[in-house]
Antibody, heavy 120, light 107 residues
Framework: QLQLQESGSGLVKPSQTLSLTCSVSGGSIISNGAYSWGWIRQSPGKGLEWIGYIYYSGSTYYNPSLKNRVTMSVDTSKNQFSLNLSSVTAADTAIYYC???????????WGQGTLVTVSS | DIQMTQFPSTLSASIGDRVTITCRASQNILTYLAWYQHKPGKAPHLLIYKASTLEIGVPTRFSGSGSGTEFTLTISSLQPDDFATYYCQQYSSYSPYTFGQGTKLEI
């Protein structure tokens, strides 16, 4: 059974960069080039927001609303993929989830989520 | 971007009730729609994809229907484990993926 686990800083200062890593176990990140590995967040009291996704090849697709601040990368040697979100504000405070689709855009496997708070 | 409007935002129901949640897309998304169940402190759980295909392991009391711009999620007979928040998500090509605002199903 595929498992995903987010890790990273839980507290980030305004204007700094949020960095998270998703570690994949129970399967290889390169097992199928059609799968996308994504990030989704949920701000306090709000719904879910898709941030973007990456293929193991390194191709990326970002939500246009965040595109200027988002960078995703993949490390196949460590079976991990990562999210960097720059110039954060309090509005970026959220639970961040990593997930994998079934090559179609709906998310089948999810991490448990990690809370990131933006505060000085 | 395709906007997803989900209603009601809150739904009060009892064990054994049949409930329906509606999701409306601002553009035609064919059947590129998924439904998730989300409980506090847990990861969202995929219930249905392609508007009406039940994910493996999901109880058959869950069903989805619709195409184009109007979709529904139905729970035929509510069980205690079903009280959660439900989200729809469109994954139509050429548009960023978007979720509905969520429907909180409560007793």
């Amino acid at each position: 059974q595929l498992q995903l686990q987010e890790s990273g800083s839980g507290l980030v200062k305004p204007s700094q960069t949020l960095s998270l890593t998703c570690s994949v176990s129970g399967g290889s990140i390169i097992s199928n080039g059609a799968y996308s590995w994504g990030w989704i967040r949920q701000s306090p009291g709000k719904g879910l927001e898709w941030i973007g996704y990456i293929y193991y090849s390194g191709s990326t697709y970002y939500n246009p609303s965040l595109k200027n601040r988002v960078t995703m990368s993949v490390d196949t040697s460590k079976n991990q993929f990562s999210l960097n979100l720059s110039s954060v504000t309090a509005a970026d405070t959220a639970i961040y989830y990593c997930a994998r689709d079934r090559s179609s855009g709906y998310w089948v496997y999810w991490g448990q989520g990690t809370l990131v708070t933006v505060s000085s | 971007d395709i906007q997803m409007t989900q209603f009601p935002s809150t739904l009060s129901a009892s064990i054994g009730d049949r409930v329906t949640i509606t999701c409306r897309a601002s553009q035609n998304i064919l059947t590129y729609l998924a439904w998730y169940q989300h409980k506090p402190g847990k990861a969202p759980h995929l219930l249905i994809y392609k508007a009406s295909t039940l994910e493996i392991g999901v109880p058959t009391r869950f069903s989805g229907s619709g195409s184009g711009t109007e979709f529904t999620l139905t729970i035929s007979s509510l069980q205690p484990d079903d009280f959660a928040t439900y989200y729809c998500q469109q994954y139509s090509s050429y548009s960023p993926y978007t979720f509905g605002q969520g429907t909180k199903l409560e007793i």
